[in-house]
Every structure is written in C-alpha cells, then in structure tokens.
C-alpha cells in the first residue's frame, strides 16, 4: 500500500494494547455519545457499540471531493424524474411493475390508486444518498446505487469521524501520545444537514392552524436496531429547529394518526398536532408491509396533505432500473440538459445492462453468462443482500424463469482497492482482515411539480465490509461505520 | 402538595402511556446521549440507561439559588483549612486518625511519610461538591455533607437536565403535545464547568518541557461502573481545551507511571508524556487500597511535583469531624473571616455533636440514647450507605467499644419533603413512590500554600432515592439522577 503516493501510514497494534488500551476507549467514547445500536433480541433500556472500524479508512481527497461535489446534480436528476417529466417515470414503473408484481408493482399500484384519488400535495422531499466504490486502477467513483428512500446512517457516520477523530487528536492511536495521522480526518455533517433537509419542507408547509407548528412523523419499522442513528435527527430537529417529531410504524398508521376527510390533512391522535412531514425510514423493503391494511396506509399517508420523504414517485425513481436508463446520455441530457452536469454524473456510471428483449438487453443476457466475472446481477429492489456475484449468475439465472430476468439488471463490476489496515470491531470481537468501503454521499432537495425551492449536499458516509463478504448491509450486521482519513 | 405556592403541576400518566411512549423515548435519548452506566457483571461494549427519573424533581427558586450562592464561600473556607493554617488541619487529623487507623490514620500517615521526604509541588486543585437536603418547615437549605475527594455525576448531571427539557419541550409530558412545565428546568453546566476547573490547573502548572503539554491522570477503579460520568470530563478537557488525559487504577500508578527521583515529575510510561494533574476518582474509600503498594502508590503521586485534586491535606479536610467542628462559629471565622460569608455558610449547618470528652461531645452521647429520633450517626469515612439512623443508633453504639465512638459524630436530622409526583427508573422498572431529593453544588478552586488562584462555582446535581430507604449512592444501586424544576 505504501507504494500509493500520500498513502497514510498506519499505527502498529499490539494485540495488548488493543484489547487493553484501545478497546476501553473506543467503548467509552462510542457509549458516551451514542454510536450505538440495539443487540438482537434487546432490552430497550440497553444497547451496545455499534459495529465500526478502528481507523479512519484512507480515501483520495479526490476521489472524495469529486463525490461530494456531483450530489446536487444527482439531487436536481432524481427531483426532475420524480416530477414526471415527460410522463417517462410513470411509464418505466409501469414496465417494472408487471416484473416486480409483489413489490415495486404495489407500490405502482398505490400510485396509481393515490393519483386518481387526487394528490392533495404537491411538495416533495427528496433525501438521497449516492453510493460509490472507488476504481482500484484510476481512483475514480463509481456508483454503485442510488437511493431514493429509507437513507440511513446519517446520524451515525457524524459520530464514527468524531471518533476517529478524538482518538487521533487524544494520541490513543500513536506510541508517543501525539496525533498519529497529521492527515485530515474530516467529520461527515450529515447529522446535522440531513435535520436541515427536514426543516427546508415544514418550513416551505403551510399549517392548517397558522399559529400552531407542524410535526415530523418518523415512519419506523417495529423493532428496529439502527434506533439510535434516527433519533440524532429527530433530536437535531428540536434542538437546533425548534421542530417536534413522532414515531410511527407502518401498522400504526390508521391507529394513531387522522387525515381530514375534506382538507387531506393529517393529525397525530394523541396530540391533536399536525404533520407535516412523513420521513420513510421504512417502507423500503417487501416485510415492511405485512397486511393489507399496512399498503392501505401506505396510501393514506400518499393522498394526505402532509409532505413525503419520499413520495412514491421519488422512491419508485430509486429502482435500478432507471439508474440503468440513466447510463444512456439521451436519456440523462432529456432530465439534466446541462452538459458539464451530464459529463460529471456520466463519468460515475458503469455500464449497466437490462436482461430484457432491447437492444442492450440482448447483449446483457449474452455477458451474463460469457463474461460472469465481470458482472454483479441486483435485484430492482431496494434494501441490499439480494446480489448475485460472478460465477453464481449463470447458475442462478438458469434457476428462474426468462419472463423474471427483466426484475433484475447485470452491473459491471467496480474494482475497489481493499484496506488491509484497519481493523473492524463488533460486539468485543475484533478483526483486522482486508475490507472494501462504499462512499455514500447525502443530499436533500424540496421540490414541486414544477420548481426545486432547495437542493443542498447533506454530509457523506463511509461504510465498510468484509472483503471476503459480497454482502453489505451495517445493521444486518455484516458490515460497519467508518469514516476517512484523506491523501 | 399544590398547597404549596407555585409548587409545578405535573402530567397525569396512565401505565400504558408510561411503558408504550414515554420510556421508549426516555431510553432512546439516554442512549443516544450517554446517560448511561454499566450494569453489573458487564461487557465492556454494552451499557444500559443511569437510573434516572422521568420528571424534574421541584425545588424552590431561592433555596436552589442559595445553594449556588455560597458555593464559592465553601470552596475558600475548605482551600483555607487545606493550607493547614495555624497547623488546625494537621492538629485535628491526626486525632482523628487514631479513630480511624484502618484508612483516616493509614491517609495521615502517608500524609506524613510525604511531608517528611518533601512535597514537591505547592498547588493544589479542589474539586469539592457541598450536598444539601431542603428542610420542610422553611425551605432553608441544610448541608448534609462537604466532599472534598472524587465528588460524581458532573457528568451525567448535565445530560439528565438535557433529557428532561427534551422531553418537556418535544411534547412528552404533555397531552396536547405542547411544553408541559412552563416553569424553568435548567441544565447543569457541570459536565463544562468541572473541565474548566481542571483545565485551570493545567495552565497554571509549568512543564518540564515547555514546549509540550502535560496531561490529566484520572484515578479511577478497577471495573467502575459510572465510567461514562467521567469520560465526559475528559472529552470536554479534549474538544474544549485541548487537553489530553489518561485512566491509571491506584493499582497500575507503579507499572504505568515513573516518578523522576530527582525532580520528582511524573511520566506516563506509555507515552512519556508528564503528568500534569492527578484527578482522583478513587483513593476515597478503604476498598480502593488493596495491598501496600497501593498506600505507597498513593505516597508517590503526592510527593510528584504533580498537582493533585485533591492532595491528602484536602482529602482530610472533607471529614465530618472537621464539618463538625466548623459548626462552631468561633472556628468557622478563623478560615472566613468575613462576617456575612461565614454567616451565609452558618444557615446552611445543622448542628453536629462529637462523640467524645468534650464538652459537645457529652451532649452528643446524651443524646443519641435520649433523643435519637432526632438525629443520623454518620461515620467520618467518605463513600455513604454506612449511615445508622434514629432508632438504630442506642443499638449500635452499645455494640462497638466506647473508646470507638469518636470515629462517628451524630447529626441532626435535616427533614425534607418527599416528591410523590415523580416516577423512578431503573433498567426497565419504573417506581412512582415518594422520592428524597439531595441537591449537590460544585465548586472548583486552585490554591497554593499562600494565594487563591482561581475560584468557581461549578454547576450542581439533584440525586433523589427512595424515601422509605435511608441509604444514598447513585451508582451503588439506592438512588438516581435526577433534575430539578424551579418554582
């Protein structure tokens, strides 16, 4: 690694002053400023240290830079299709419903259901994160996904470069009890933007009652773990805002909250307070709905007069799909005609290919099995742990029928460098084995049928897995929270 | 209770409202914020939520004010009687250390040892902490006690207060979702305040080399529970002030510390870095001292040119003996010679009788079989839960030796009123039974042999416990923290 120009070195652990000097301190820190999460099976009155690296991983200023300064075009990208333009939103989620009938198809289906109702609410909030691996041979980005819906770990990638951060500047990393890295650990201010985004939309609400303030409804999953990353937003809402907020699940919905029948507005019960905004942090992933009576929410919560983030639309913008479509500039140029915006969205993307009966999709099915190697298969769906990798999509691909392929799109590979330095802790385990780490970038952006009223980047997150691993996924524990240390 | 005028209403809360909202809440807060402690038998990667309680506990205005008021007065008195004036301080341990040989005497006489080979450094930082209870009849503040070694909860004082006002301000309390104290629930500056008073030692103490920092020792023991009460303290020296700081065990000082024979500085082994201050949160009580080198260590960081908070002069003047004995105006007016300062400290004494020859000391004999209701036997030994109540001091005075009856004084009982209002948690376990509260003010001072150098009030802390138990002690399972409401 030391052959990378600027490379940081790194501090050499003793396996005894990990676990005696280093551990206690990441520990204590972590719980004394909530980088947490619940165990399986938790009591709510305890938690533990969520799981997160040692180091800071190193990442190139550029490579960085780069991602940071292309989310407001991504942001302008995802609002422009989600606003239907050209109806070619509509039309593309129409196709993907019929290859996705249990999912993306119910979630087109109250759409549809929500539009013909009428959509009292013309306000959208968009809170995105672009995800990248970065090229091993040319230390570029590249996209992995884009997400529309659900974005987590906002509050806890703040906390993770704090960390990282004290633990540099307190000399617990160096044998001398100076800063070890003199490079810069930057702190992600996605807890704090992601809380702004919130307050761009109920400020841009207009109350039933002028006097009386607008809430945020969380809507959560029952027993969630990743409690403590959501909760820093709801608390950055009040303290720095002003800004109330509740939590609800998807089965709560008709229980706990009203909407007006004639005005669409939509009232906590047990407070009488309106809400203002409805932020997903469910509703992602097919077990979020359990019964009917959960997509009926789903649609209460559509028609209300209350802002989404997101709305269905704007999540239905997410699915990889389009993200596909979108590597074809004709397609791009039509929702960012701006032609350096093009350029530099263009030059994150690989090439994706559908599996269906176009053009592309014909060379598509001819790679997956020519050239597996090459290629990860994903599902349309969000949420992750669904992927299929190399060798193993011919095989799969031979396990499902033809008429399904189109559910899923074959995606070059990104060849990321591993870090063989850091070293990820989990529970009081600890591992230093080589780990891949996927750069997300945050963004908000509030916008009508025809006018952006705010587009703002929102911090970053860096995540890391196993690199043995082709699974990500944080909370579902085979992944962790990082943050980076630049050269 | 709402005779009482202005005394703060409180929200009526059903069961299900408790377990189903508010506790969810409480506990996501308390995590995410580190109001936290270790359980018993823990992992070193798991916490759980500080018993705390759901509301602010009422306290009136002008006796909370008071208490504040003359903390600065309790710190010089207390820096004046450390500076051994006219040899009082010495005079007086040493008659107490023949009561106490097990630990008064074994501190004495390391006191001595230390005094005997030199004492190398002059300043000395008192971290002292003034506890009173409210006497009913007139809302007078009444001290219970004036601790002059490892006084706790800065920490999680502050984060308690934090929680109640989120709770308040975000709708909880309330049914309409709106505040539902109106009357002001101040937060403690504690958690700042104390690391401001640390801080000030270390710019007053001149390094070996100027051109680098000393560093802060905190004391502590082996498997403390209430780490996350001082890690705050210790973040803050880093984040605010840019002081580092390590965790030594009295058991570690000889493995993990080197005195410099001829200058007698003190070194971090690990690190070389000089230690700067000794911040003891252990040393206070006999469990903390196992074996001999223990006691010796304790003699090496007093002869270091280290400052201590609190050395051993300051550390023995925090017995009851010496509160006693300061309930004598006579005595008192030597250390304060200011005649409205000593007053102010004089309201807050009840009175306090010896167990000895004197002339005080009979009466306090007579007493505690005469009138015993009236009264609490309280040993000189810091630490608590040792205290023998009413009824139960005849018995147990007539079961130890008379010639031991100096090592305890017997104190007036101080009669505060109950809060039946608030509600207890514990783990998941929630208590609405009357509660005692006991208000701890702060103070921080750094002084010489000669000069005062810095004096300051340093926050406060409300602990409240059962009222039907009469054992105190947060950590050790009898109490909680607590915050207060102003009325």
Chains 1, 2 share one sequence.
């Not at 040692?54 to 075009?73: C, G, H, M, N, Y």
């Not at 013909?116 to 090229?135: C, K, M, P, T």
């Not at 559509?302 to 699915?319: C, D, V």
């Not at 587009?455 to 890391?464: C, E, F, H, T």
């Amino acid at each position: 690694m030391s052959s990378l120009k600027g490379y940081p070195k790194f501090p050499d652990v003793t396996k005894e002053k990990l676990e005696r000097e280093l551990l206690p301190e990441v520990f204590q820190w972590a719980i004394s400023n909530g980088l947490t999460i619940y165990p399986p099976d938790f009591k709510i009155s305890e938690a533990q240290v969520a799981p997160i690296t040692l180091f800071p991983t190193p990442l190139p200023r550029k490579a960085f830079e780069d991602a940071i300064d292309v989310q407001k075009s991504f942001n302008s990208l995802y609002a422009k299709i989600s606003q239907n333009h050209n109806g070619w939103l509509e039309e593309e989620s129409e196709k993907l419903a019929k290859s996705d009938p249990e999912f993306t198809g119910k979630l087109w289906e109250i759409y549809k259901r929500a539009k013909e109702h009428g959509i009292s609410q013309d306000l959208a909030l968009g809170v995105f994160r672009s995800d990248y691996l970065i090229n091993d041979n040319d230390n570029q980005i590249k996209q992995v996904e884009f997400n529309t819906v659900s974005v987590s770990f906002a509050g806890l990638s703040t906390k993770v470069g704090q960390l990282h951060q004290y633990l540099n500047d307190s000399g617990r990393y160096s044998a001398d009890g100076e800063s070890f890295f003199n490079e810069e650990i930057p702190v992600s201010p996605s807890a704090e933007l992601l809380a702004e985004g919130l307050t761009k939309a109920i400020q841009h609400f207009k109350p039933a009652a002028s006097d009386k303030k607008p809430i945020v409804a969380f809507i959560v999953q029952e027993g969630e773990r990743n409690v403590f990353d959501q909760s820093v937003l709801a608390f950055n809402l009040l303290s720095k805002h002003g800004i109330q907020s509740c939590r609800l699940t998807m089965q709560e919905i008709h229980l706990k909250t009203t909407l007006d029948k004639s005005t669409k507005r939509l009232y906590l019960n047990s407070t009488g307070k309106e809400i203002g905004l409805v932020y997903f942090r469910s509703g992602y992933a097919p077990n979020d709905f359990v019964t009917q009576q959960d997509w009926e929410n789903r649609f209460t919560l559509e028609i209300s007069y209350a802002i989404k983030a997101p709305n269905l639309l704007t999540q239905l913008s997410g699915t990889k799909k389009i993200q596909q479509l979108l590597t074809n500039k004709n397609i791009l140029t039509k929702f960012l005609p701006d032609a350096n915006s093009a350029d530099a969205l263009l030059q994150t993307f690989v090439r994706i290919y559908p599996l269906d009966s176009s053009e592309l999709g014909e060379m598509g099915k001819k790679l997956a099995f020519t050239n597996p190697e090459n290629f990860v298969l994903k599902p349309q769906r969000e949420g992750g742990g669904n992927n299929i990798y190399k060798e193993d999509i011919p095989t799969f691909l031979k396990s499902i029928d033809e008429k399904d392929w189109p559910a899923y799109i074959l995606m070059e590979l990104i060849n990321p460098r591993p870090t063989e330095e850091n070293i990820v802790i989990r529970g009081e385990q600890t591992f230093q084995v080589p780990i891949l780490s996927e750069l997300g970038v945050f963004g908000t952006i509030l916008f009508d049928n025809k006018t952006v009223h705010s587009n703002d980047y929102a911090g970053w997150l860096l995540r890391s897995k196993f690199s043995a691993s082709n699974k990500g996924g944080v909370a579902a524990g085979f992944g962790c929270v990082d943050s980076v240390v630049l050269y």
